[in-house]
């Protein structure tokens, strides 16, 4: 097994309960190369909104 998923409820801070969701990863090397992976998204996902506003 590589990874585990943990649900945790939270409030919002108008109340509301959430699911929170929480990733364990078994091996440290796996968990930075899923952070990575998640971090090159996000830069992607911030360049595509960029571009999208200059339009």
């Not at 078994?26 to 796996?30: E, F, T």
């Given at each position: 097994m590589i990874a585990s998923v943990e649900w945790?409820?939270?409030k919002t801070d108008f109340g509301f309960s959430v699911h929170h969701r929480a990733n364990w990863f078994?091996?440290?090397?796996?968990e930075q190369l899923a952070g990575e992976v998640l971090a090159r998204a996000?830069?992607?996902e911030s360049i595509r909104r960029s571009l999208l506003i200059g339009v």
């Open positions: 945790r409820k939270v078994h091996d440290a090397m796996i996000n830069l992607w």
